[in-house]
């Protein structure tokens, strides 16, 4: 055997062991994700965004955008399905707001590319802070009564639902958190959807809105670098969805949104420090 040729042998087992490790990592990631985001209807986007930025710190806004909407497209593909097991889908409303929120999300991908890494984290950052107060006060307020789940023929506004899913879908697809964190309290307390057939409904929107935001990201060219690692996230996301979904009937989530509230905020003013690091060193 060649001088050193056990040496590199061993280097090549290294990195494929390390390798193997982290995708692991993601896929735990994605198990995670998953199963929090189908509990709360919010779609995990909103978790694994700032964990992107975080783990990968030079990598282009386009890209990590990219990544986390198709594992939101899997997460909330696999988490309809449980609600829809459950008959915790209100179709007639979620129709409407898929119409409204596609637009949106088609717009929100396409601006995503000419925004910079710095202002990218800085509005990400902002928004998580904003998301995890708003939780906070919103937790403590007790959500409006409302008809019950199995009545399809309650009557919603509607009109009010598709503007507030085509500015979901937008801001959605920009920062790449899905959208679900901000559409289920806003369907909660200004729609007066009851809690579960808001996270329901939420999740059947955003299989259609995170889809389209993805096929504007492959169309611009950003998702060929992305794939890989949005596959090993999506195959524990699907998993954690279907877990999420069958908690979601047992385990109160209150005490979750106040657990998520604070590490959110803790993450978002992470993420803005690191952001005007770069744009004031």
């Not at 030079?58 to 990590?64: A, D, F, G, I, T």
């Amino acid at each position: 055997m060649p001088a050193g040729a056990g040496v590199h042998s061993a280097h090549r087992a290294k990195g494929a062991g390390d390798a193997m490790m982290w995708d692991l990592l993601l896929v735990a990631i994605g198990l995670g994700v998953g199963t929090i985001g189908t509990l709360i209807g919010a779609g995990g986007g909103f978790l694994l965004m700032p964990l992107l930025v975080l783990m990968y710190p030079n990598e282009r806004p386009e890209v990590l955008a990219s990544i986390s909407l198709a594992v939101v497209f899997f997460n909330a593909t696999s988490g309809s399905i449980g609600y829809a097991r459950q008959k915790s889908i209100d179709y007639k409303s979620g129709w409407v707001f898929v119409a409204a929120g596609i637009p949106g999300a088609i717009g929100g991908a396409l601006v995503t590319s000419h925004i910079q890494r710095s202002a990218f984290e800085l509005w990400l950052g902002g928004l998580l802070v904003v998301v995890a107060g708003l939780m906070l006060i919103l937790g403590t307020i007790r959500p409006p009564k409302a008809a019950d789940d199995a009545r399809a023929s309650v009557p919603r506004p509607l009109a009010k639902g598709g503007v507030l899913s085509f500015f979901v879908g937008f801001v959605s697809s920009l920062l790449g958190i899905g959208g679900g964190i901000i559409h289920v309290p806003g369907m909660v307390y200004l729609l007066r959807f009851p809690v579960h057939l808001a996270a329901g409904t939420s999740h059947f929107v955003l299989a259609f809105t995170a889809a389209a935001g993805t096929v504007a990201h492959l169309a611009d060219g950003e998702f060929h670098t992305a794939w890989q690692r949005s596959g090993l996230l999506a195959i524990g996301a699907v998993v954690g969805a279907q877990i999420g979904a069958r908690l979601s009937k047992v385990a109160p989530p209150s005490w979750i949104l106040r657990i998520l509230a604070v590490a959110l905020g803790v993450v978002g003013v992470r993420v803005v420090l690191q952001a005007l690091r770069v744009m004031h060193p």
